[in-house]
């Protein structure tokens, strides 16, 4: 299956929360290529932003599991360029 290149950006809005996030992101990080995080406490909201390389199984399942708990909201995007999948 081929690779692509992606982000997803996790907004958390519950502290209870942030635990579930974190060991979703632990199980998926051999897709995981860079990961920013940016608490926003005047808010109460948590951003995180991932950078991703794998199958669109791989980064649907770690988007799914992050979608599935509560107070997060997640977003992703790819990119499929035929000519980047020999560089993966």
Same mark, same amino acid.
């Given at each position: 299956?081929?690779?692509?290149?992606?982000?997803?950006?996790?907004?958390?809005?519950?502290?209870?929360?942030?635990?579930?996030?974190?060991?979703?992101?632990?199980?998926?990080?051999?897709?995981?290529? @860079?990961?920013?995080?940016?608490? &926003?406490?005047?808010?109460?909201?948590?951003?995180?932003?991932?950078? $991703? =390389?794998?199958?669109? /199984?791989?980064? @649907?399942?770690?988007?799914?599991? &992050?979608?599935?708990?509560?107070?997060?909201?997640?977003?992703?995007? $790819? =990119?499929?360029?035929? /000519?980047?999948?020999?560089?993966?």
């Amino acid at each position: 299956m081929e690779k692509r290149i992606g982000t997803a950006i996790i907004v958390i809005e519950q502290s209870e929360s942030v635990a579930l996030v974190n060991h979703a992101l632990s199980r998926h990080n051999p897709i995981i290529f @860079g990961r920013q995080g940016i608490p &926003l406490h005047s808010k109460l909201l948590n951003i995180i932003s991932v950078v $991703l =390389i794998g199958t669109t /199984d791989e980064i @649907g399942s770690l988007t799914g599991q &992050l979608g599935k708990i509560a107070g997060v909201h997640v977003k992703s995007a $790819l =990119i499929k360029n035929s /000519d980047l999948q020999e560089k993966l």
